[in-house]
């Protein structure tokens, strides 16, 4: 039997969110609780994880598509993915959002400086930034709190003659 694999409540106001991208293809074997999508919104990147162990079946939601709160993003069918997986998930159930068993992939937008004196760019604003190849020092300060930059930021910088 196939599992859903669903848009997960993202907050009070956000009824939507962007597909940032797929860790996962169709054909791949997952471990329960495994980080399979990257999910996006204005605010935050979320990080789905595959609600069973199992082989993904079918990808419904592609990259770049707008998904709404509870929709469909894919299928996980029962598979190849070994049981003690399920096993060692269950002893550290503290920590699930972690992907115990995950590959080691990137927790965030791969833009983020990691030392920078300046706060980090917001999630949507660090994706923007990577996608034309501008730094943060290029944007300047930012107009979000603590000075962060925001995706308007950068769309204002690039906007600029």
């Keep these: 039997m196939a599992t859903e694999i669903k848009v ?10 962007t597909v940032a991208r797929w860790m996962k293809k169709v054909g791949d074997n997952v471990a329960a609780d495994e980080p399979i999508v990257e999910l996006e919104t204005d605010k935050v990147t979320v990080e789905v ?8 079946s079918d990808i419904l939601a592609a990259e770049g598509a707008e998904v709404e709160v509870g929709s469909i993003l894919g299928m996980i069918g029962e598979g190849a993915a070994a049981a003690p997986k399920k096993t060692e998930e269950k002893k550290s159930a503290a920590n699930p959002p972690a992907g115990v068993n995950a590959p080691p992939t990137p927790s965030g937008p791969v833009a983020r400086p990691a030392a920078s004196p300046a706060p980090a760019p ?13 730094s943060a020092s290029d944007v300047g300060a930012g107009s979000g709190k603590d000075g962060r930059i925001t995706k308007g930021d950068v769309i204002a910088f690039l906007d600029k003659p």
């Design 49 to 56: 994880n595959a609600p069973q162990a199992g082989t993904i």
């Design 122 to 134: 917001l999630p949507a604003a660090a994706k923007k930034m990577e996608e034309q190849k501008v």
């Design 8 to 17: 997960p409540t993202l907050g009070e106001s956000v009824t939507s969110a």
